[in-house]
């Protein structure tokens, strides 16, 4: 699927919750790396009080990231997604003194209902390292949390 088919119907409403997921360049591991993931991590509680949203659950895998999104007053979608994005590429960039493109250019959300049950789509989030046999009990996978959970 291309960037501009996964753009098509984009709405960003306030208050909205999406599950989001994006991809690092060219599916490259770059969070087996602990310090890289632990910036990463930081970037998000930044991104919560820059942009005025709550990441109710998320997830940080090798090679990309799930999460769970509220959107806050005045948030938009894309905006919030590309300022993490950004920010945790600078971040890490400037940390290993490199300059490389750490994110595909994409992202992939689905809004939501009212109807859907948030602990069973944050349970589908954090179960991510399970199945991937990363871990055998999630407790023991660093990069995640959840409000649910």
């Given at each position: ?8 119907g984009r709405y960003s409403q306030e208050q909205g919750e999406y ?131």
């Amino acid at each position: 699927m291309s960037w501009s088919d996964l753009r098509k119907g984009r709405y960003s409403q306030e208050q909205g919750e999406y599950f989001i997921t994006f991809n690092t360049q060219n599916k490259q591991k770059y969070f087996d790396d602990f310090n890289v993931a632990s910036i990463f991590c930081s970037q998000i509680a930044i991104n919560e009080h820059l942009h005025n949203c709550t990441w109710l659950t998320w997830v940080l895998m090798p090679d990309h990231f799930h999460g769970l999104l509220r959107l806050g007053d005045d948030s938009k979608l894309s905006k919030v997604i590309g300022a993490l994005k950004g920010s945790s590429s600078f971040a890490i960039n400037k940390e290993s003194k490199s300059r490389g493109q750490l994110w595909q250019s994409s992202f992939y959300d689905r809004a939501l209902r009212c109807d859907d049950d948030r602990k069973n789509v944050s349970r589908y989030i954090v179960a991510n390292p399970l199945r991937k046999n990363l871990v055998e009990n999630i407790g023991d996978y660093p990069y995640w949390n959840s409000v649910y959970l």
